[in-house]
């Protein structure tokens, strides 16, 4: 540190030697020239040290000059002058130079100034600030780098930097480069601190060049962003896991940068289009030279996300396409697209509305008048049909309320069948009243459906106001048939006794005549007689069922031993079948039945005399019975003229009969078989025939072994 009293005393001591020297040399000595040169001594040193305060040593001194040298002017006239000059020059110099001193402090000043502000700006940086010579050695490192490399200016000034990398060439990387390029930017590496822990830096740094222009080493500035690579490394990581994800999921996706470049695609989208990845997507799905003009990007890169529907011609398949904004780890923004593919979707969808385009084509054009009723009974949809039948525009429906159309005696009953329909109980119809708008009254069959799995119901109405006036003459109609029918069989019961009195004389008269006829008279009375018989089975048989349509037979229950009755009746035909050679075998085991016994002689008296009647001269006649458990099984076959098979199913039926010439001239009525069909029906079992044309016909029936109660019905 300087010490400016000592400079103030020695410019002092100066300038008083000096004084004391003129002093001496002038008045002792009356030596008048040499001495003012030494004056500049202390001048120059004041004009040095104290700039523009040398004038006032060179006056002081100019003063002692003309002073001391005073009393010589008389001596010497040009001794004034001389000494006039020199004090004036003395203060001239001493001027000169303290300007120029000041100029120069000044100028050092503001240099000092610019330094300590650089310094400053070094010291409070924010980045390290390192410089380094041509060798390699630190020469200034600032306390951003003190912070973070852990190491003191001192202990690194003067050092190599390699030791501060992590890789120990990178050192000569980086003076290379900057040598090179005059500059290095933005460099990211890894440094070793002082306690050997990596940081990462980004550094830049410029090459430092002295006055001449060569290069006398390197600055350096950089930064620790272990932090900024950290968080780097996550957002890479958690890209990772995105893709990872991506690349599972269900659906295509993929990835294009704000330049429409494919970043990424996962495998179902690399199945269906193929590996795009790096290629531009408007060029490789669209095969287009400029982004397609419904094309998402904008929005999305502005923050938005996106749903739509596109049709891709080359697949022919619908996708839904949701595109959302994905921030990159440079803080870019990407699109992320997901592809559905809703082809099948669609076309259910497509389907669904044909269907229901149909649906509501049927709903509309059917005959049927039909309404969707809401829960709170409000109508939400109504056909053509129930629009002419309530009188009401679709319009005015809406909202009306279904009961209103109900006729108020019907409403409360109609009411509760709907709640009840809603339960899933009541009966599929209703009957009721519908009042039309302009007051007429339509009968209406109503069905009310519950629509599964909603809590609506549809109602169809059937006008059926015409066929109950029908009904009405049907009832009468039937209530006068069934008056015709008492009559009738009041008629064939009457005239059937009144048919049958005169018979019973007839063929009484005709056997007592018989054994007194002879010859062709005997033949004759025989005849009546035969007649007169078959007149009254027939007789019989129409009565037997006029009692059986009026309910009047009753089955008389007894246990009887069913072979016996089989044998009685072949017994009882056998003269018919050998009077045409035919022969009549029965199979029967011994077995005892409860059933009506008369009636059951019957059954088989009508079969078997049917049989023989429809077989030709030597034919055959089966009878067999079989028991089976709790029922038994009887039929008749025979080798007769069969019967043809869309006759089969009528025979059974009151006065059917096949016609042909056997029935014609057996004079029959086709009664028989219905009493059959009848008595086996009354108890309990079953009657069928079946039978080949020309060759055969076989009557069987099934009956209960035992009958517990009065009837089959
Ligand atoms: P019918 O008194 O006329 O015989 P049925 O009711 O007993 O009346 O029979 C109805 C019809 O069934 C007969 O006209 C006949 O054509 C046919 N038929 C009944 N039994 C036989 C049979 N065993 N073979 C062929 N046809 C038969």
Known sequence: MEQPNVKGLLILSFTAACALLAFYLSVIKNVTVVYPHLFYIPLMLAGVWYRKKAIYIALFLSAVYILVTYPLWVLDPDLSVSVLERSAILIVVAYIIGFVSEKRAQVEAELKETKDYLDDVITSSADAIVVVDMAGIVQSWNKAAEDYMGYTAAEVIGTHNKKFFADPEEAERIMAIVLREGELKNHRTVVLTKDNKPVYINMSAALLKDKKGVPVGTVRVSRDITKEVELEEKIKERRNNLNLILESMPDGVYIVSKDYDVEFMNKVLIDEFGDQVGGVCYKVFHNREAPCPRCKNTEVLTGETVRWEWHSRRKNKTYDLVETPLKNINGTLSKLTIFRDISERKRMEEELNEAKEQYMAIFEHTLTALCVIEQDKTISLANKEFESMSGYSREELAGKNWTDFIE??????????????????????????????????????????????????????????????????????????????????????????????????????????????????????????????????????????????????????????????????????????????QTISSVTPELKIQADKQKTAAIFTNLISNAIRYTGEGGRIDVMVEDRGEDIYACVADTGIGIPEEHLPKIFERFYMVDTSLTRKSGSLGLGLSIVKEYVKLHGGRVWATSDLGKWSKFSFTMPKGQLTNGGE
Do not use: Q, W
């Open 408 to 581: 108020a005696g019907d409403s409360e009953r109609v009411r509760n069948y709907c709640d009840e329909r809603r339960k899933g109980g009541a009966e599929a119809c209703c009957l009721f009243t519908l009042v039309s708008r302009d007051g007429a009254l339509k009968y209406v069959n109503a069905m009310i459906e519950p629509v599964p799995g909603e809590n609506r119901c549809i109602a169809s109405l059937l006008d059926i106001t015409e066929l109950k006036k029908n009904e009405e003459k049907l009832r009468e109609t039937i209530e006068k048939l069934a008056e015709l029918d008492k009559m009738k069989l009041e008629f064939l019961n009457v005239a059937s006794h009144e048919m049958r009195s005169p018979l019973s004389p007839i063929i009484g008269y005709a056997s007592l005549l018989e054994p007194k006829l002879t010859g062709r008279e005997r033949g004759y009375i025989r005849r009546i007689e035969k007649c007169a018989r078959e007149l009254e089975e027939m007789i019989n048989r129409m009565l037997e069922l006029a009692r059986i349509d009026g309910r009047k037979v009753e089955l008389n229950l007894e246990e009887f031993s069913l072979s016996e009755v089989v044998r009685k009746v072949i017994k009882n035909l056998e003269p018919e079948a050998k009077a045409k050679s």
